[in-house]
């Protein structure tokens, strides 16, 4: 994986972690593929388990491919496809929100501590990315937890269910973090398949 982060972190080319520019055609294409792939995942009709680790594979992949707007776009559009699918039980409509911010944070905080960790080094680059990883799905799963317990009862003026509750903290980090590791996975194997 390190010759596929070192292309996309080359000087001459310029970071996709770090993009900023204006969106190009091929932005805007290849947004729409990974789009069209992520928002497929949840009609296949697999338990949450493998939806939730899936889904989060393509906003890390998505991230390292477009950068953290392409991401955060992405991050967008899941919880409200979720919500659509009936993947996210009805009571957590009010949270969408914050997964989107939740989802965000996920993308930025990867890509901004990947690309600070790695910058000038050719070596250990996937322990950054599990690192980079690990903090950004810690503060994805903050955000939910926040929510959960003190901005939705606030909103709604009552606490919402355990069971409910639930389903936006433990799970959420473990779906963040092992769909993480199983982008970096794929990300190998597209390069070594010289797809990237």
């Not at 990974?34 to 906003?59: D, E, H, K, R, S």
């Not at 950068?67 to 409200?80: D, E, M, N, R």
């Not at 929100?97 to 890509?111: K, Q, R, S, T």
Request: charged share 10%.
């Amino acid at each position: 994986m390190g010759s596929l982060v070192k292309r996309f972190l080359r000087k001459d080319r310029g970071s996709n972690l770090k993009n900023h520019r204006r969106p190009t055609s091929r932005f805007i294409a290849m947004l729409g593929i990974l789009t069209a792939i992520t928002l497929a995942v949840p009609f296949l009709g697999l338990p949450q388990p493998v939806t939730g680790p899936l889904v989060n594979a393509m906003l890390i992949m998505t991230a390292v491919i477009l950068g953290p707007t392409g991401g955060s776009i992405l991050g967008a559009l899941t919880p409200v496809m979720a919500l659509i699918r009936g993947q996210l039980p009805a009571p957590l409509a009010a949270m969408v929100p914050l997964i989107m911010a939740g989802n965000a944070v996920y993308v930025i905080l990867f890509c901004f501590l990947y690309t600070r960790f790695t910058s000038g080094r050719e070596s250990g680059r996937e322990w950054f990315f599990l690192i980079s990883l690990s903090v950004a799905a810690t503060a994805k799963t903050m955000i939910l937890l926040a929510g959960v317990r003190w901005i939705l009862p606030a909103v709604l003026g009552r606490a919402l269910p355990v069971h409910i509750a639930y389903l936006m903290t433990t799970p959420q980090l473990m779906t963040a973090v092992t769909g993480g590791i199983l982008a970096m996975l794929i990300l190998r194997l597209l390069e070594r398949a010289a797809v990237l």
